[in-house]
């Protein structure tokens, strides 16, 4: 019986699969039919009996591939146990000759040793493969696992940060609230009670106007995707708070003299410019010039917002997207956060870097291709 091939172990397996008994057929039939070959052709064609001699290197060969040096070392036994009796039978008048056919044997037996040896060894190779892909594989699966972990650590940092910026911001609005209804209830005069309405008011909608962030920040309106024309939502975000915006504070635009058509959300997009603008404007407390510009070319199209206010210092450029982080006293730190929000859901980011003399400067990048947008499948 031929042993069986290497575990993944390196030692035998002893479990056969059905291929293993075919090999072993597949062997032993070659054997027989080599030997019968030998025995039915008659010694005067002695072509044939080389040809037959030689084909025992096919199930010897085959064996030691199957089963390793064993198996090689089984069949080329096997094989010389059936071809020794018609030596002995056939060539005993030949004595040269049968000396060949007895070395020939020895030859089996070397064959089916080093191929088998050879086979084994490339066996183990592909063992220690296997065996360190898998390792790799059970590697990648815990990385992915501490990656997801990770991940929702942050989602829980990120999710307890807001609660208690939210909470710092909702207490100073309650703390005046709370001390306004004291004044009122203490009977005071009515100027002092028309005062004492009035940051009660004023409280009311700073808590009112950072719900509302809030809300957006927390659920954002998906984007209703439409071709518009960027230079007209330019002109009319800067109209807009150019009204609004206290003295000394100028807004200057620039776009080319061929406005691109964009795929986007108007007031999505409109939003995300007037944020920007009203935080520029924010930045300069004694006035000053903000420029807001629009860039086309084939990568992209490229908005920058840029002020001469006392700018960011350095050591909070990488957190002012962040939710309620802000450096204004009375900031909701929202609408940055709200900005990258938009930009993200429309394929874009947005940046910010100090300018060399003051001020910053706000880039929003949409990446399109020529007359391509990414999202143009999604325009309703």
């Known amino acids: 019986m031929l042993p069986s091939p290497l575990h993944a172990d390196g030692g035998p ?18 054997i027989v039919a080599t030997s019968a070959g030998h025995y039915l052709t008659p010694p005067e ?15 010897v060969v085959f064996a030691a591939i199957a089963f390793g040096w064993r198996g090689g070392l089984a069949a080329a036994a096997v ?24 070395a020939e044997i020895l030859m089996f037996l070397v064959v089916g040793a080093v191929t088998g040896i050879l086979s084994d060894r490339e066996r183990r190779r592909r063992v220690e493969l296997q065996r360190t892909a898998d390792q790799l594989s059970r590697v990648y699966r815990e990385l992915q696992n501490t990656f997801e972990q990770v991940k929702r650590a942050d989602r829980l940092s990120a999710i307890g940060q807001l609660a208690a910026g939210l909470a710092h911001e909702i207490r100073n609005p309650l703390a005046s609230i709370d001390g306004a209804a004291e004044v009122l209830q203490a009977g005071a005069e009515a100027e002092v009670k028309s005062e004492t309405l009035r940051i009660i008011r004023q409280e009311c909608l700073r808590l009112n106007r950072l719900l509302t962030s809030l809300l957006d920040f927390a659920r954002p309106r998906r984007p209703e995707w439409r071709e518009v024309n960027l230079r007209e939502v330019l002109d009319s975000v800067v109209e807009l708070v150019s009204h609004s915006a206290r003295t000394g504070i100028r ?3 620039q776009a080319p003299e061929v406005p691109p058509n964009f795929v986007c959300d108007r007031e999505q997009l409109a939003q995300v ?12 407390p004694q006035g000053g010039t903000v420029r807001l510009s629009i860039q086309d070319n084939q990568d992209g199209v ?8 006392v700018g960011v210092p350095p050591e909070h450029l990488d957190r002012i997207f ?40 706000f880039s929003v990048f949409f990446p399109q291709t020529v007359g391509v947008y990414p999202w143009a499948s999604r325009v309703s």
């Open 13 to 30: 397996d002893r479990s056969w699969p059905r291929a293993n008994w075919r090999a072993l057929s597949l062997t032993l039939a070659g």
């Open 45 to 59: 064609f002695l072509l044939w009996h080389g040809i037959f001699q030689r084909m025992y290197y096919v199930p």
């Open 79 to 102: 094989s010389g146990v059936c071809y020794i009796p018609h030596i002995v039978t056939t060539w005993s008048g030949m004595e040269h000759y049968a000396m060949e056919q007895y």
């Open 251 to 253: 807004f200057e635009a």
């Open 273 to 284: 410019i007037m944020n920007l603008a009203i935080n520029a404007a924010q930045a300069m």
């Open 302 to 309: 490229l908005i920058e917002v840029s002020d001469e206010g």
């Open 322 to 361: 962040d939710p309620f982080f802000t450096t204004k006293e009375t900031g909701t730190g929202l609408g940055l956060s709200v900005v990258h929000q938009i930009v993200s859901q429309h394929g874009g980011n947005v940046t910010a870097r100090r300018n060399p003399d003051r001020g910053m400067t």
